[in-house]
């Protein structure tokens, strides 16, 4: 992604677990979390397998700049939710084949800045991908949508561009171009490992890049 102009975040922490395990196990893992979560004070914790932003902490200076509140988080708190994610499948309903199926898992990650005031998430782009192309991508800044975007770039309802996607330099990439190519190149890779085409389903592929 880096060859892209994509931002990669430093992996603090994964963790996958089956949910049919022991509370001893369970409770293994909140501790190591918890752990890990005190001495961080910028991180994003999120489960890997569930969406619609189910448990997502997005911490700067210890508050949760996901949210509006911008309310302060406690370790223990978010090592618990994180766990009890572990413990929760997607929904079979509204969710992709690929989500209800993924083992459940957790990720915590490097904050990538979202540059200006920084303080809110960084833009985030939802895109869907068919067959290894982008059809449309949801734009979004924390818990808010800013636009939904076709494979040109612009917005499915013929509106103008939202003010936080304009280019502000002269030969600026389009917003959506990273997200374009992001999903290129890595259908491109799936299938060189694969050595055939990708498997017949629609996938969500969540690409985050600091506001432009």
Not at 169 to 174: I, K, M, T
Request: hydrophobic share 40%; with cysteine.
């Amino acid at each position: 992604m880096t060859e892209l102009g994509i931002d990669i975040p430093q992996i603090y922490h994964v963790q996958n677990a089956d949910p049919a395990a022991d509370e001893a196990t369970f409770e293994s893992i909140t501790q190591s979390l918890e752990n890990l979560l005190a001495v961080q004070k910028d991180y994003v914790a999120k489960p890997t397998h569930l969406s619609c932003s189910d448990q997502v902490y997005v911490v700067k200076n210890g508050l949760n700049i996901y949210s509006k509140l911008h309310a302060p988080v406690q370790p223990r708190l978010v090592a618990a939710n994180m766990t009890m994610a572990l413990r929760t499948r997607s929904s079979v309903w509204g969710e992709s084949w690929a989500l209800h199926h993924v083992p459940p898992g957790i990720l915590i990650e490097e904050r990538i800045s979202a540059g200006g005031d920084d303080d809110t998430a960084a833009l985030e782009f939802k895109t869907i991908v068919i067959w290894g192309r982008v059809w449309a991508s949801e734009v979004k800044r924390g818990t808010d949508t800013l636009q939904i975007l076709g494979r040109d770039g612009r917005g499915l309802q013929g509106e103008g561009q939202h003010p936080d996607l304009a280019q502000t330099r002269a030969g600026d990439q389009a917003p959506f171009e990273p997200a374009r190519k992001a999903a290129a190149l890595a259908h491109r890779k799936l299938s060189a490992a694969k050595g055939s085409r990708a498997a017949p389903m629609a996938a969500q592929a969540e690409v985050a890049q600091p506001a432009v």
